[in-house]
């Protein structure tokens, strides 16, 4: 049985989200709780927009009242500042010839019945011409600029660009996603994402945004990544179910015919459990059968762990036992996807084996 706090929580977000009635009336501590798990789950803006479905007498108290107000209005200007800045780069990229897109983030929040109280992180920028050609790009005015004397240092999908804000941090994507630690499902996942980009939207805040069908399945892989890294929490599970809220029959029926192609099959299951869990999803907006045995699984993961993981009770233990406790869950996390989770050992074990051999030696 979860926790009475965590429950109290998924029914106000759920007002939050949907607008369903939130019956409870919490007391001083238990909004002190909500409180904390909002900022834990980095949920904080949209869980403020329930207080216009609440009475008088359901209302947190004043001073925490003030108090989330002023992160919500934060929330909202950072969301104004992350929207102008992919409308400039987007216009940047243009002016060089190039097709963009933004990923995840601010195309998501476009679709919150508040497009500014949607907690932001960075801004995902796709750039069409593949990786060695965006490099050169960014070598070149006006992003030899912003570079400044920092070196461009490329990861498997993206490089970091870097701005004049460090409230601003931007991924230019050379890759439509990081994937699946799989390398027969990337390779199919990859392939089908670079063909469904050719299909984006110019919208309003001054950017352009992939299809809701791409989002579906590149998201879904995103989530599934993360979990098995570290974790994800209900900021992924509100994204993905505006993105189902905003998707076609035809939307969900293409996505759902490659789950098992793309290695999304069980991680899918898991979600829609999750959706219907947490936000009673109507059935007709789901992409396969939910799965309750795996779904309970990753819910009391996002709930235990927080956004990413970070929250988790083994992130707080020293280095030796925070190892062994993160191999502990990915064996039992075996069980989602016995070879996304091989094979991302194999690549663990690549990458310590490359940083090992590239270390200096020591004085002998």
Same mark, same amino acid.
């Given at each position: 049985m979860m926790e009475h706090n965590y429950q109290l929580f998924l029914a106000?977000?759920?007002?939050a989200m949907t607008g369903e009635p939130f019956e409870p009336v919490p007391s001083a501590q238990e909004w002190s709780e909500l409180f904390k798990i909002a900022g834990q789950q980095s949920v904080m803006g949209v869980c403020y927009t329930a207080f216009s479905h609440l009475s008088k007498d359901q209302m947190p108290?004043? @001073?925490l009242l003030v108090k989330w107000m002023a992160e919500a209005e934060t929330i909202r200007g950072l969301n104004e500042l992350l929207n102008q800045e992919a409308a400039r780069l987007t216009q940047l990229f243009s002016e060089q010839g190039r097709k963009t897109a933004i990923?995840?983030?601010?195309?998501?929040?476009?679709?919150y019945p508040d497009k500014f109280l949607r907690q932001p992180g960075d801004i995902d920028i796709w750039v069409?011409?593949?990786r060695e050609n965006v490099l050169s790009l960014l070598k070149t005015e006006p992003f030899a600029s912003m570079m400044g004397d920092k070196e461009l240092k490329p990861e498997y999908h993206h490089v970091h660009l870097p701005t004049s804000d460090k409230r601003v941090i931007v991924e230019v994507h050379f890759l439509p996603s990081s994937g699946n630690f799989n390398p027969f499902t990337n390779r199919r996942?990859?392939?089908?994402?670079?063909m469904e980009?050719?299909?984006? @939207?110019?919208v309003e805040e001054g950017f352009n945004v992939p299809s809701v069908r791409f989002a579906l399945a590149m998201q879904l892989s995103h989530i599934q990544h993360h979990f098995f890294r570290g974790g994800i929490g209900l900021r992924q599970v509100c994204d993905y179910y505006m993105l189902l809220k905003n998707s076609t029959e035809k939307d969900r029926w293409m996505v759902a015919d490659y789950l098992t192609a793309f290695g999304?099959?069980?991680?899918a299951g898991a979600l829609m459990w999750v959706l219907g869990e947490v936000f009673q999803m109507d059935r007709a907006l789901i992409l396969?059968?939910?799965d309750s045995y795996y779904g309970e699984c990753m819910l009391r993961e996002i709930m235990e762990g927080g956004n990413f993981g970070h929250h988790a009770q083994r992130q707080h233990q020293r280095m030796w036992r925070r190892l062994f406790a993160g191999k502990l869950r990915q064996l039992r996390l075996m069980r989602f996807n016995f070879w996304e989770v091989f094979w991302m050992e194999v690549q663990f074990c690549r990458l310590s084996s490359k940083r090992c051999s590239s270390a200096p030696e020591g004085n002998n």
């Open positions: 106000l977000l759920r007002t108290p004043m @001073e990923l995840k983030g601010q195309a998501n929040a476009r679709l069409e011409g593949g996942l990859q392939r089908w994402l670079n980009l050719i299909n984006t @939207e110019s999304l099959r069980q991680i396969c059968k939910p």
